[in-house]
Structures are given as structure tokens and as C-alpha cells.
């Protein structure tokens, strides 16, 4: 079964805040795994979760896997996405949609914060 994988983000009015969450979304699409990559946004990008949801039906997804591209559950995971969800249940009711956690709690994350720290450190050097 396809699965498309949307990279959910809040969405910028700066584009190349959009154009910076598309790039690291494009890694997932590197695996043989998840050829069926689409990146969406909750405000100030396009596409919306349903037009993305859409684009990735019409490629050929079979059901769908949202990736929420923020650090932590907040006001926008614990009430918008769950209704955006809904939503698109209640339209497509044969159609398997689930999410993942948020960032906050994956192991890497404190090993990305690290890095950055060596880095800003290194500048003094």
C-alpha cells in the first residue's frame, strides 16, 4: 500500500521560510521508502493539508502519514490539526490518515541543539 508522507509546518509570509521546510522535507522523499513527499502548511504557505493530501492521492498515495514539522504539541497540534483531520475523514472516509508525534522528544533533537551549541562555541575560538 503507498503511503504519501505530508510535512506539516505553520507556514511563513516568508517565502523562503516555505522554501526552508520544503528543502529538509525533500530528505524523506530520499528514501526508496517514501517516494510520495508533499509539504503543506497551516498558514502563510501553500499548499493547505487537503491540497496536499490531494496532490499525494493523485500520484498515487493509498493513505496518508502527516509529519507535524514543529517542536512541540501546542495550540496548533492539539486543536488545528486534529479538526483539519477530521475534516478530511469526514470527506474521504475510506482514506487512512494518521499523525506522528512532533519533534520534541526524538532523540536527535538534543543532539542537533549539541551541535549548534559546538558551533556557536567554535566561533570564539
Do not use: Q
Not at 55 to 81: C, M, N, Q, S, W
Request: charged share 25%; glycine share 8%.
Amino acid at each position: 500500500m503507498a503511503t504519501g508522507v505530508v510535512v506539516f509546518a505553520h507556514g511563513s509570509s516568508v517565502e523562503s521560510a516555505n522554501e526552508a521546510v520544503r528543502v529538509v522535507a525533500r530528505v524523506i522523499s530520499e528514501d526508496s521508502a517514501f517516494p510520495l513527499v508533499a509539504t503543506c502548511f497551516l498558514d502563510g504557505g501553500k499548499p493547505d493539508l487537503p491540497g496536499a493530501v490531494e496532490e499525494l492521492l493523485a500520484k498515487g498515495a493509498e493513505r496518508i502519514l502527516v509529519v507535524p514539522y514543529f517542536l512541540t504539541v501546542g495550540l496548533h497540534l492539539k486543536r488545528d490539526l486534529p479538526d483539519l483531520i477530521e475534516k478530511i475523514r469526514a470527506e474521504r472516509n475510506d482514506l487512512e490518515i494518521e499523525v506522528t508525534p512532533p519533534l520534541d522528544g526524538h532523540p536527535g533533537l538534543g543532539a542537533i541543539l549539541r551541535d549548534r551549541a559546538k558551533e556557536g562555541v567554535e566561533k570564539w575560538l
